[in-house]
């Protein structure tokens, strides 16, 4: 990664700030207290990736002097940012990627939006400096970029790819891990504990498909189905909870990130059946918490988890939680075997925060 001097002038543009978009500026801050921020609220993603540069005008129209350093996340476009702010021109642009747009999951291909794939490939064609949160993150958006814009009916560009990927690295989320774990005895019942948006690119389907098989085969356990919740609710969660109240221990989101911080300490596995992740915040807050991480082998979990973490099938996932069922004080066990084998400076904000101040020009 490039190594830039010292700037002063710097904007930091959000335009979906909630969730771990949220908590990256505010980690930035802290290195760069002195800089421009821009957001707008992490409502109406759809809208604010194809109207997010328009409806962020009017803070734009505040910059009044020529910026060093521009900081924004890929969700709106940034040719448009830039066009309607002429102080951001001559600025050096850094583009993050928390997510690509090139393998968002659709349940038909036809349906896909050609337009948001297109802003992510423009803004890193403006951009200086592109940054993702995983390598899976990083390979499956360069890789799928000439494809992508085959689907152009004439005049296709050609290396567009090449053009991106040399400038492209990663850099992962920082999570902020608590400096302590909560003491732990030895569980009578397991735990399992989900906390992932209740969307369907989530896959919660498979997930309570699971869950369904070991309460049909008489295992006991409790489950904590956390994560934010929206307007659209995938009907399996309400069909579950409903038909199963006696196993849930905690339904919905925690009030605050210590409540939940602690009750990620209480709980003993923690599962993904995500068909959408680049990263994972959730799944390595509560591998650190002391949880087993159970994740597909597939998208982001396996270049971050040992592979005795990772399931091909949802046969493998209920089989795995038959097991710990039948002997839940083995969770424990697994965990610390396998807790060792990851570099958590590679994830947390104290190991990273000096490449971030490389990046904001602040080093």
């Known amino acids: 990664m490039a190594m830039f001097a010292a700037k002063?002038?710097?904007?930091?543009?959000?335009?979906?700030?909630?969730?771990?978009?949220?908590?990256?500026i505010r980690q930035l801050l802290t290195l760069a207290p002195d800089s421009t921020l821009l957001t707008l609220t992490d409502r109406k993603w759809h809208w604010r990736a194809r109207c997010g540069p328009l409806q962020l005008l009017p803070q734009l129209q505040t910059i009044s002097r020529p910026v060093d350093t521009l900081f924004v996340t890929s969700?709106?476009?940034?040719?448009?940012?830039?066009?309607?702010?002429?102080?951001?021109?001559?600025?050096?642009?850094?583009?993050?990627?928390?997510?690509?747009?090139?393998?968002?999951?659709?349940?038909?291909?036809?349906?896909?939006?050609?337009?948001?794939?297109?802003?992510?490939?423009?803004?890193?064609?403006?951009?200086?400096?592109?940054?993702?949160?995983?390598?899976?993150?990083?390979?499956?958006?360069?890789?799928?970029?000439?494809?992508?814009?085959?689907?152009?009916?004439?005049?296709?560009?050609?290396?567009?790819?090449?053009?991106?990927?040399?400038?492209?690295?990663?850099?992962?989320?920082?999570?902020?891990?608590?400096l302590k774990r909560l003491e732990r005895t030895v569980p009578e019942i397991l735990h399992i504990v989900w906390p992932h948006r209740w969307e369907h690119d989530k896959n919660p389907d498979d997930f309570f498909s699971s869950l369904k098989s070991l309460i049909s085969t008489g295992h006991k356990f409790k489950v904590s189905v956390?994560?934010?919740?929206?307007?659209?609710?995938?009907?399996?969660?309400?069909?579950?909870?409903?038909?199963?109240?006696?196993?849930?221990?905690?339904?919905?989101?925690?009030?605050?990130?210590?409540?939940?911080?602690?009750?990620?300490?209480?709980?003993?596995?923690?599962?993904?059946?995500?068909?959408?992740?680049?990263?994972?915040?959730?799944?390595?807050?509560?591998?650190?918490?002391?949880?087993?991480?159970?994740?597909?082998?597939?998208?982001?979990?396996?270049e971050i988890y040992p592979k005795e973490c990772l399931y091909n099938t949802t046969g493998q996932l209920t089989k795995q939680l038959r097991q710990l069922c039948k002997n839940p004080g083995l969770a424990r066990r697994k965990w610390e075997k396998v807790v060792v084998k990851i570099d958590w400076k590679l994830y947390s904000w104290d190991g990273l925060k000096e490449r971030y101040k490389e990046v904001l020009g602040v080093a």
Not at 8 to 24: A, C, R
Not at 123 to 134: K, Q
Request: proline share 7%; net charge negative.
């Open 8 to 24: 002063h002038n710097l904007v930091i543009i959000e335009m979906f700030q909630g969730g771990s978009h949220q908590d990256l």
């Open 75 to 178: 969700v709106g476009s940034l040719p448009e940012v830039v066009a309607l702010c002429p102080h951001l021109q001559g600025a050096r642009k850094v583009l993050y990627f928390h997510e690509n747009q090139l393998v968002y999951p659709t349940r038909c291909e036809k349906d896909r939006d050609f337009q948001y794939g297109y802003n992510q490939i423009m803004s890193a064609l403006m951009a200086d400096l592109v940054l993702f949160n995983s390598s899976y993150n990083l390979e499956s958006f360069v890789g799928n970029i000439d494809a992508f814009l085959n689907k152009m009916p004439d005049y296709k560009p050609k290396g567009t790819s090449q053009m991106i990927k040399g400038k492209s690295h990663v850099l992962h989320f920082p999570i902020e891990f608590p």
């Open 226 to 302: 956390l994560g934010k919740t929206y307007q659209d609710v995938p009907e399996v969660f309400e069909e579950f909870k409903l038909a199963h109240p006696d196993f849930v221990a905690q339904w919905g989101p925690l009030e605050s990130r210590q409540e939940y911080l602690n009750h990620l300490g209480t709980c003993d596995v923690i599962v993904s059946t995500a068909v959408h992740e680049f990263y994972g915040v959730a799944m390595l807050e509560g591998f650190w918490a002391g949880c087993l991480p159970i994740c597909p082998n597939r998208l982001s979990y396996p």
